[in-house]
């Protein structure tokens, strides 16, 4: 039993006492596929000659359960309506010390105007995650890396992030040769190697840069999508992660995607009647 909906839209709500409580809203916006239709499989068995036989509470049944799926997926249906991967939708990653977009961040943001340009009754959130004191560490980390290797090759350490961590990959931070130059840089210490460095550098030198990573990031996504993809600022949000939110915090930054609904009366459904 095949269903084939084009161009729906929905009512105002209806207070109905015996409606289920269901985000109908959402739920029609995730399983409406790129050209806005819905097809649904509904199986559905039963004998109609069978006086006991209801057939209308089964398909609600099923309608809910599709609903319930929609909303609790709503990442997954929107990477299957437009044939993106789901990966790339549901988070944009960055490398500690990134703060320029590469191919990475570039696909996850094009699939993500897609999305809002397409779905425009949909609520886009940019949840910011990350651990500020792993990115400080790193910060450090490559700061003590540049310095010895500079006191080494004599080479310049002012050098921009990309170009430095290119130059000092090979440094190996527990070698003996860097603990002794370490050591005779910034005092012998018990401490493990990434406090060490991050005590050289200074750790509000560090965190301030941990900072000011963040927040280059921030703009970057946002420059891209108003500027290079034409989307209204109004179109989406972008904020911290709080402890209400379900995402997990990592250390990696990131930029986990929410998908919610612009107006808050979802709608609801009940046996013989739909909103």
């Not at 269903?3 to 929905?10: A, L, Q, S, T, Y």
């Not at 015996?18 to 199986?43: F, T």
């Not at 006991?52 to 609790?72: C, D, F, G």
Request: glycine letters at 6%; a negative charge; one cysteine or more.
């Amino acid at each position: 039993n095949k269903i084939h909906v084009e161009d729906m839209d929905m009512g105002s709500r209806m207070d109905v006492p015996d409606a289920y409580s269901l985000p109908v809203r959402l739920a029609v916006s995730l399983m409406k596929d790129v050209h806005g239709n819905i097809d649904l499989n509904i199986p559905v068995e039963g004998d109609l000659d069978d006086p006991e036989y209801k057939v209308w509470p089964i398909v609600w049944q099923v309608l809910k359960n599709l609903i319930t799926k929609a909303v609790s997926a709503p990442i997954t249906m929107l990477a299957r309506a437009f044939d993106a991967d789901e990966e790339d939708l549901r988070a944009v990653h960055f490398t500690y010390l990134q703060e320029e977009l590469e191919e990475k961040q570039v696909r996850s943001l094009n699939i993500l105007s897609r999305v809002i340009e397409g779905r425009p009754e949909l609520r886009v959130e940019l949840v910011r995650t990350g651990d500020p004191l792993m990115e400080a560490e790193s910060y450090a980390i490559l700061q003590a890396r540049a310095a010895y290797y500079a006191d080494s090759t004599g080479t310049s350490s002012e050098l921009p992030h990309l170009e430095l961590g290119e130059l000092v990959q090979n440094v190996d931070i527990r070698s003996t040769g860097f603990l002794d130059w370490l050591e005779r840089t910034s005092g012998p210490s018990d401490a493990p190697v990434q406090t060490r460095c991050l005590n050289r550098t200074g750790s509000e030198v560090a965190m301030k840069e941990a900072t000011r990573l963040s927040a280059a990031r921030t703009e970057v996504i946002l420059n891209y999508l108003t500027n290079e993809k034409g989307i209204s600022k109004d179109a989406f949000v972008m904020r911290e992660r709080v402890d209400a939110d379900t995402i997990a915090s990592g250390t990696q930054p990131a930029y986990f995607i929410v998908i919610g609904l612009r107006n808050d009366q979802q709608g609801s459904v009940g046996p013989d009647r739909g909103q």
